[in-house]
């Protein structure tokens, strides 16, 4: 069975500081990628998503993320963050050719003090 | 213009009701899921529902029950509440295929008391 990992379970930074949130999956066929953020009392958001091709993907808010397959891991980054990017951040995967059914990591709360 | 909406969005109700959450969405998808949320954020995917094809995570409940009136709703309705289903629960929607986004509904908030 899939599982995802996220080993950072809770982050605080400062602002402008950089960020690097873990994410590793366990699956052996081919999958998708993906980073969900939920702002407070907000619904999930896509930050970006991995299907092929470049394996470092840029996404909104000036998220990016690098699938490395030999290490199955689907790091998130950001060089700088804001107090706005207060939230909780979800990876998640999927099985190509297989419908859509998610399977999440834990989450990380992340946390920006001003 | 709200794509994938819930109603209610808080739910307080005594163990052992019959409740029902509905999921409505207007992006035109064919594909519509339930997720639940438990107290430390944890997210896990109960249903998946396209075209009258229903795949039940086996973990689920058959107390739990999906409907699907038509493809742009799939209301999720709970027998014999227990305590232990008290969470956040998510609609989302999407087209079919693993390569195609989900969009989420603003979550219900269940608790059962």
């Known amino acids: 069975a899939q599982s995802v990992s996220q080993h950072n379970h809770h982050v605080i930074l400062s602002e402008a500081a950089s960020l690097e949130l873990g994410c590793n999956y366990s699956?052996?066929?081919?999958?998708?990628l993906f980073w969900y953020v939920q702002y407070p009392g907000q619904h999930l958001q896509l930050l970006l998503k991995?299907?092929?091709?470049?394996?470092l993907v840029k996404g909104i808010k000036g998220f990016e993320a690098e699938f490395i397959k030999s290490k199955f891991s689907f790091n998130l980054r950001k060089p700088s963050v804001q107090w706005s990017d207060t939230a909780e951040y979800f990876c998640?995967?999927?099985?190509?050719?297989?419908?859509?059914?998610?399977?999440f990591g834990g989450g990380t709360r992340l946390m920006v003090k001003p | 213009d709200t794509a994938v909406s819930q109603t209610p969005k808080y739910l307080v109700t005594q163990m052992g009701n019959d409740k029902s959450i509905k999921c409505e969405q207007n992006?035109?998808?064919?594909?519509m899921y339930w997720y639940k949320q438990d107290s430390k954020k944890f997210l896990k995917i109960m249903f998946s529902?396209?075209?009258?094809?229903?795949?039940i995570n086996e973990t689920v409940p058959n107390r739990f029950s999906p409907k699907s009136p038509d493809k742009a709703h799939l209301n999720l309705h709970i027998n014999s509440l227990e305590l232990g289903d008290s969470a956040v629960y998510f609609c989302?929607?999407?087209?079919?295929?693993?390569?195609?986004?989900?969009?989420f509904g603003p979550g219900t908030r269940l608790t059962v008391l």
């Open positions: 992006l035109g998808h064919d594909t």
């Open positions: 998640a995967v999927n099985e190509k050719n297989a419908g859509n059914m998610l399977t």
């Open positions: 991995y299907f092929s091709g470049d394996p």
């Open positions: 529902y396209n075209n009258k094809e229903l795949i």
């Open positions: 699956y052996g066929g081919t999958v998708n």
């Open positions: 989302a929607s999407s087209l079919r295929g693993a390569d195609n986004e989900q969009f």
